[in-house]
């Protein structure tokens, strides 16, 4: 959990010796806040002010009075001081100390490699490069140190490289400036099925805290988010327990239960653990911790994420198990959003030796987007993302700069229903001395290019010419192009889809594929697999007596009209490939219709349809002059239309018909 302040009891010491006790007694405890306090007060050599008149981003001009008091404990101080600032996330303040403690001669080891560290977050790369080199030039054991340094220098240089892509431009991070004040965190925002946000903040409630309290305590806020930023926001009004802080929430698909991060500082180690709560009216219940296929005895969980499907929880726990210290998990939740089954870990292709934290699964894209300190990356906790379903996971990818900054980067989260690359917010302290604050994020959108090609299935001969028709899921034309001499065909998408790609071309049955396009950024072109076209056996058909009449079965007309239906094409395009294979030949198309209308209008009807049949044989390339069209009425009946005076719809049927005629061979 990625916290700005703890919790605190009362600020007591009088004397520089008070301060002492005080200070020590804050830093075993872990309430490092009201530590820091205190160090600062003893090393100042200012023991009257106020609680309210100390500044947490100020480094305060160390007191000379102060070295006479006792040299060893000073050295001591200095160094806890650093500590705390360190575990307070206040690395301006922590590098200062830090470095004044390395200039204790053997005594803090550690204080090189945390001075560099400091550097780096404060975004002093160049500087914490020398330092970290310094720092394994001085120290030579293989430990987790030096292991970690290593890697930090990896990071710079990857970070270097990242400094220098050439596409920065399509990316743009901002503040969220109405909650960047420079005073506690806000953080871990989520949106709410009602398109309003929850979020975590730190910042001060002085109207409830009490004088000599820590302020900066966590809290869930709900609020709005619209195009000038967040609205003003509301306290959600959880039921607290003392001591403990909650924050870091995840709601159910329909808002009525929320998941969130409840945790204590004992001993200087945070126990972490989710709860439940639900909400009636305006109110929400209690929070009731979990069971223990989430919350394991002697572990820490925390940062839950609800899957927009209301099936799956993913946590962040350092339970028995994992890969190494946090690890990402995740378990099935029942039809009331309780966790059933054993929690599973999501597998060595996500966790590392590191901290895994802050899961967000974006289901349109099948994408996990979470944090992590154990690959290589920019600095601090970096976002990553891969693809998956939870049984299986691609090789994930580092989100890269802008996205990640030399700092800590976490809590992703959007609401866009195809990418995850545009409307997310995300939490980083890269602007803070201390805190994480909320970043809207989005990536320029690029066109897309689906390319592809049809060909003939026997011997995949490629086909130029061919109509490809690209309609959308819901049934929507897209486009439509025409293959090239190569039979490829080529489009582009502002967004990606699922789309159904068709192609016809006469003499041949047509064909269609399913294309599932991802909806990810990253791809700026898409190959798909080649549509594979038929010939029909009536290539070697034997051509007709002159005057001869032959039926062409299937061409349909709506009641009434003369265009023709789609399912009418297959019949036509078996004549194309008559007359095609015999180009010698002239043709009449003659349409005749049944007895129901006056002889004029069915005359008139008969004449457009045979002429919509001509102009389809031309569209498709047959020479005009090889062809006629007739229109007959109901002059030519071939069965009665009547029986007894009885009307006889089959004999109808078979009158309403479109034949053709070969004229000259």
């Known amino acids: 959990m990625y916290v700005c302040g703890l919790a605190s009891t009362s600020i007591y010491a009088q004397t520089a010796s008070d301060y002492v006790k005080a200070a020590d007694a804050f830093y075993e405890k872990g309430d490092y806040y009201s530590a820091a306090i205190n160090y600062e007060k003893f090393l100042t050599g200012k023991t009257g002010p106020k609680v309210g ?26 160094f806890k001081l650093a500590e705390s600032y360190r575990m307070l996330h206040y690395y301006s303040n922590a590098e200062t100390y830090y470095k004044e403690a390395m200039a204790i001669p053997g005594q803090y080891p550690t204080a090189g490699y945390w001075y560099a560290k400091s550097l780096k977050a404060n975004n002093k790369t160049a500087e ?9 030039a001085a120290n030579t054991a293989d430990d987790e140190y030096t292991k970690d340094a290593k890697k930090e220098l990896a990071n710079i240089s990857f970070a270097k490289n990242e400094l220098k892509k050439k596409d920065l431009y399509k990316y743009k991070v901002s503040t969220m400036n109405a909650l960047s004040d420079g005073k506690g965190a806000t953080y ?74 409840r945790w ?54 350092d339970r028995e198990g994992g890969s190494g210290k946090f690890d990402l998990w995740y378990v099935s939740l029942d039809a009331s959003f309780a966790p059933s089954g054993t929690a599973t870990n999501l597998g060595s292709s996500i966790n590392t030796d590191g901290d895994d934290e802050a899961p967000f699964y ?86 897309k290019t689906i390319t592809g090609k049809v060909v003939d299935c026997n011997g995949s001969t490629a086909l130029s010419g061919a109509t490809v028709t690209i309609t959308s899921e819901n049934g929507k ?22 789309l ?16 599932i396009v991802p909806a990810d950024q990253e791809m700026e072109g898409m190959a798909t697999p080649a549509i594979c076209l038929t010939k029909p056996v009536v290539d070697t058909m034997v051509v007709p007596e002159i005057n001869e009449e032959v039926v062409l079965d299937d061409v349909l007309y709506d009641f009434g009209k003369a265009n023709l239906k789609k399912s009418s094409l297959g019949a036509l395009d078996k004549l194309i490939l008559l007359m095609q294979a015999n180009p010698t030949i002239t043709v009449e198309l003659g349409a005749h219709t049944d007895n129901i209308g006056s002889d004029a209008y069915n005359q008139i009807l008969s004449e457009k349809r045979a002429t919509a049949c001509l ?26 239309n009547t029986i007894n005076g009885k009307d006889n719809p089959k004999g109808r049927a078979k009158n309403r018909r479109t034949a053709f005629k070969v004229l000259s061979k």
């Open 53 to 78: 008149g100390y500044n947490p981003y100020v480094v305060q001009k160390v007191s000379q009075k102060s070295a006479a008091i006792n040299p060893a404990s000073r050295k001591e101080m200095i």
């Open 128 to 136: 914490a490069e020398v330092a970290f080199n310094e720092y394994l």
């Open 188 to 261: 871990a925002a989520a949106f709410s099925s009602d398109g309003s946000l929850v979020y975590t903040t730190t910042k001060p409630d002085t109207t409830t805290v009490a004088p000599g309290k820590n302020p900066y305590t966590n809290k869930l806020v709900k609020t709005t988010l619209s195009e000038t930023g967040l609205g003003s926001g509301e306290k959600l009004d959880i039921p607290t327990t003392a001591n403990y802080e909650q924050g870091v929430g995840s709601l159910s698909p329909d808002g009525s239960k929320l998941v969130l991060t």
């Open 264 to 317: 204590i500082m004992e001993k200087g180690k945070k126990a972490s653990a989710l709860y439940v709560t639900e909400k009636t009216g305006a109110s929400w219940s209690a929070p009731t911790k979990l069971g223990t296929e989430v919350n394991k005895e002697g572990s820490n969980s925390q940062q839950p994420f609800i899957t927009t499907d209301g099936k799956w929880l993913l946590f962040s726990s």
């Open 362 to 447: 974006h289901a349109p894209s099948q994408t996990l987007v979470y944090s992590s300190n154990g690959k290589l990356g920019m600095g601090g906790l970096d976002f990553f993302y891969s693809k998956g379903n939870f049984s299986t996971w691609e090789t994930p990818k580092n989100m890269g700069y802008p996205v990640n900054s030399v700092k800590d980067d976490l809590y992703y989260n959007t609401s866009d229903k195809k990418s995850i690359w545009n409307n997310a917010l995300i939490s980083s302290d890269r602007n803070s001395p201390c805190c994480l604050e909320l970043f809207a994020f989005d990536k320029m959108k690029v066109q």
């Open 477 to 498: 034309v897209i486009a439509t192009k025409t293959t090239g001499v190569n039979g490829s065909y080529e489009l582009k998408l502002d967004d990606y889809e699922a």
């Open 500 to 515: 159904k790609i068709g192609a016809s071309l006469p003499g041949y049955k047509e064909n269609s594929i399913d294309v």
């Open 615 to 640: 102009k389809y044989l031309v569209s498709k390339g047959i020479d005009a002059s090889r062809l006629t069209s007739k229109g007959y009425g109901e002059t030519e009946p071939i069965a009665e």
